[in-house]
């Protein structure tokens, strides 16, 4: 899609459009988006965010990003409610101005198109707590109250109409004026997030039925006393100009230059010649290798990206081995190999299975290991296969959620997977379920188990409730003790779940129960098929995705090893899903603390390896460069067993043809490849060690059962940030072969080893001083670490001080022997044991990686990389802040110009050679170095004589 601009958006853009990043301003700056969310900022730290929300009975939340493009080309600020919420439909308008150098009037009207029952609608803002604590907020002209230091058992701090709210910050007091009495409720949210709130509601808080063309507005002027620069959204087009330089790309890897990888050892041919992968407590094994731990690190292909003729999978897969990767994972792969007939989506195409057997059995060779999904898109007809002729509709999505509950389902499940695992492929003369090359299975893609699957609509409801109902009575005998047991005399003999915020706690807690039954009955009954019916040795996990609660990690303790995903600027879409415009935050998770796969890492079970079969720093997200060294630390810090990126391609044309960018495809975009170089030195090599402290949550499976309140589904704390120092993980019942430093027992049953760390909120804030004082008293850090936990966003430094990440500086710092470098804006120093980076006047990420395995200052031969931005030409976006994005652009590719000063420590040498390295490694134009009384130093720019440069090789003799 492609949005159509009016002569006024044509001009402007001509005018102001060619810009990059949005421009960095000294002192306060508001700003809004076209959804109507937004942000201010001093000297480029957050003061506080806002964004229009509303509340359902039953507290079901909602948002308006649903952008109204047409009134957004006509310069208005319109969203809606959420197309995936399809029973309600609101609208929100913003219409904010600067009245004077000192403040900003917002006025915002919300209005309703179809009858929903609300609780309250909303402009909501959100202070991150180390903003506010020290200070305190007044409401009119009341006593000044300050902000808890720690989580009140009473999260709702004030609420009143009110005609100025004054908000004490760090930065100085944020004054709110009304222009009549508002009804303004003011939260601590740190149950959930390390911020206080407030919602700005015209119409209160309370079940209201708004109907058909009711509105409410306010208008609210808001100063920090100090002068402010306002910014509306502008259509930003990026173009080659001063700022955006045009990048030559050439797809392949040159064999024996600095960016052919397959001489680092990362695989040993072919694959499967050590046995069947193992796993043994926290790592995999070969079963002839024992004792010697496994990782993988690869990437997904999807579609037809797998399925190619032998010429071009010959050429995939050397070009794979010379990339670095040891394991692939075939992903979105049914619809290209099965037959299409009219009532039959199991069985699978000669033709098409001849191309993928060919690919596979070169990936062997190569020894590239190989991992899959039982199910992850393929279009089953429910009408013929499923439902006897009965049309059911429904998503390909939604096939996951009736294995559970409808055994034709189950049986479509086994048919697809005995036709593929029981393939014989030619080239192997193997069937899948026989190749150890085939290392990993994983039976549902992303079908992880939720409360919510209970409260589903339509047939799959229908089968859901009626499982739910036979389970009560083979629980209880009686529907009669069922209502005794829940104290609910009046309920019928068949019932229909109960909205959460309505169900006692002890049908809440079979709610849980019964989810966990079905799902796990699923998973166990699967693996009984693979195991004994198909003979496949393969090792196997399900639910890859979300799922935090400890009932959902009872489940996981079934499993071989515990699988997940994480992505970084995921896009959303506002209008149709997978469309134009989307949306992405394109935010520094630098700046803001949270670093892609902190979430995840909390999933993990100690005792059995963890790995992240997808992930991404995805397009068009300006920091996506900053993504390998971070993963690649993560990965080794908290010692997982596998980490593969999404995806290497979504279809064959980018494998072979350069291509623009997309959201994930690596083979389209030059800078992510870049990036995974220090993915592999990090976690592949070892540059990067685990770290030596661990902390886990512990409880029984009977946790659920136990609780005395209704039970956490969530086990993410807001001290998430200790994942770059600790490894974090559960553990499950009372035996286990692993020992963390600290537990966290969440019950009386649970396991107590190490230091025992005891809280009535172990997620929430108070926690944190909690934990950082017994972490202190253990000495886990060095007493010079610049780790900070009270800081929020919390400072981070591993522990053996090779990962620093600096939020309020935006700053990263690698410092391993051989790997080392890191991120900063413009301006900044990033001093390292081996080298020191000056970042002149573009924010990037720069760092050298040895390629002969000498560290830094004895290497004769280093990669040098220096990432800023890269885009495609005439790349269309909504803001200057690059949030929404229109339009995709055209070749060719854009680097954002940028320079560097790089110098090594370096030992005695005789000769030294730079050269500007093309994407597959061909070296190019020659740079000057120049010797220092410790080494060399070399100046990179991005803008070189023959186009955009990112890589370098050094050569010294």
Known sequence: MKVKLNLFWMVFIMVMGMAGAASHCDGFEFRVTNDGSGRVRHDGDLVFSFQPNYFLTGWRGGDFRRIDIERMMAGEIVSHSSASAKDVDFTVRLDPSQLDEKTVSVRCGFSCAKEANVVTMYLGFSFPTANLIGYSFQYDDDESVPFPATLPENIHLASRPVSRLTMGTKFGPMVFRFKKPTPVLLQDSRRWSDTFHFRIAPEGEGDKVWTPGMTSEFEVEFSPGAPISFHRPQLTRLEANEEWVPLEVVLGVEAGSALDFSTLGFTDGPAGKHGWLKARGDHFEFEKLPGVPQRFYGVNFVGNGQVNPKPQSLELAERLHRLGYNSVRFHHHENDLIKKEPNCTTNLDPVRMDMFDYFFSELKKRGIYCTTDMYVSRYVKYKEELFDGEDVGGSWGDFKYYIPVHKPAMDNWKAFTRNFLSHRNPYTGMTYAEDPCMAMISMINEGTAHLGVLMSKGKMGELWQKAWNEWLIAKYGTWEKRNEAWGTPTYPEVVEPTPEDKRTLREHKDVIAFTEDKFKSMFLEMRRFIREELGCKALLTDMNYGGYAPWIQNIRSEYDYVDHHFYVDHPSFPVKNWSLPSRCPNESVIRRGTIGGTWSAFSRLYGKPFTITEYNYSGPGRYRGIGGILTGCLGSIQDWSGLWRFAYSHGNWGEFNVAVTNYFDLCRDPLNQVAERASLMLYMRGDMGPSPRSIAFTYTPGYTEASKKKPSENMYPVWNGIVTMAKVGSIVGKSTNYSPGITIPLEAGAVRSGAVFESDDPFGSKSMGELSSLIGKLGWFP????????KSPMVQQSVDKQLTLVPERDLMVLDTSRTAGGFGPAGEVIKTGRLTVEILDTDATVWASSLDGKPLEDSNRILLNHLTDL??????????????????????????????????????????????????????????????????????????????RMMYEIVIR
């Not at 007493?783 to 009270?790: F, G, I, V």
């Not at 320079?899 to 490694?921: C, P, T, Y």
Request: net charge positive.
């Open 783 to 790: 007493s010079d670490t610049l780790a900070d936990m009270s």
């Open 871 to 948: 885009v495609n030409s005439g790349m269309l976006f909504a803001e200057a802040e690059r949030q929404l994005l229109l339009d995709w652009g055209k070749l060719p590719h854009l680097v954002r110009s940028g320079r560097a000063k790089v110098e090594f420590k370096h030992k005695a040498f005789e000769s030294i050679q730079a050269w500007n390295l093309r994407s597959d490694g061909k070296r190019l134009e020659e740079l000057p170095v120049v010797r220092t009384k410790d080494g060399f130093a070399i100046d990179v720019s991005v803008r070189g004589p023959n186009g955009g």
